[in-house]
Every structure is written in structure tokens, then in C-alpha cells.
């Protein structure tokens, strides 16, 4: 199984950018799908998650109404949309999935992809 996160980068805050998570390997249309990120010095937390089929999502609070998460699963893809971008986002944000929604653990992790913010 593999997890590839791309799209990260350098944006002024205010700015917009996606995040991709292309999977292979595994079923992915009845997998959960979450971005996760850490910031430096600070501990990994969870950002957002879309279940497999129903397509549900969550956020975390402070990225709700700016940040977006969506799948295709024809293309086994997952995309993390980041609008309105603060400083406080930078991290290397990390795409992870689970076979069960409910559980708490990602059986799958990919590689991170590092988000600057410039203020």
C-alpha cells in the first residue's frame, strides 16, 4: 500500500493551495481518508477525514469554512482544498486511510508534503 502527498509549498497568507493524496495498493473506495499535520515543535493533529463511500466529512474546528476535503475514488485520490491560509497552518501535512471509520487507527500513512505560510 502506498499513500502520495503532493501539492504543498510556499503561499502568502490569504492564499489558496491543494493537496493531493493518491493511494494504490488497496480498495480505496472503502477506505477513510484523513490529512493529519504537524507544525515544528509541536505534536501531529488531525486536520480532516472523508469516509470511503457515503463521502462523509469532519474538520478540524479551526479549518472549518476554509479548508475542504474531497475524493475520486476512480482516480483513488484525495484532496485537501486550502483557502483563506494563516500562518499557523504551516506544517508538513501528512494523508492517511483506515479500513474502519470508527477506529482510531490509520493502518496507512504517506510521506508528508510541507505547507509554508508567509504573513
Known amino acids: 500500500v502506498q499513500l502520495q502527498a503532493s501539492g504543498g509549498g510556499l503561499v502568502q497568507a490569504g492564499g489558496s493551495l491543494r493537496l493531493s493524496c493518491a493511494a494504490s495498493g488497496l480498495t480505496f473506495s472503502s477506505y477513510t481518508v484523513g490529512w493529519f499535520r504537524q507544525a515544528p515543535g509541536k505534536e501531529r493533529e488531525f486536520v480532516a477525514n472523508?469516509?470511503?463511500?457515503?463521502?462523509?466529512?469532519y474538520y478540524k474546528d479551526s479549518v472549518k469554512g476554509r479548508f475542504a476535503i474531497s475524493r475520486d475514488n476512480a482516480k483513488n485520490t484525495v484532496y485537501l482544498q486550502m483557502n483563506s491560509l494563516k500562518p499557523e497552518d504551516t506544517a508538513v501535512y501528512y494523508c492517511a486511510a483506515k479500513s474502519y471509520h470508527y477506529s482510531t487507527t490509520y493502518e496507512y500513512r504517506g510521506q508528508g508534503t510541507l505547507v509554508t505560510v508567509s504573513s
Open positions: 472523508i469516509r470511503g463511500s457515503a463521502g462523509t466529512t
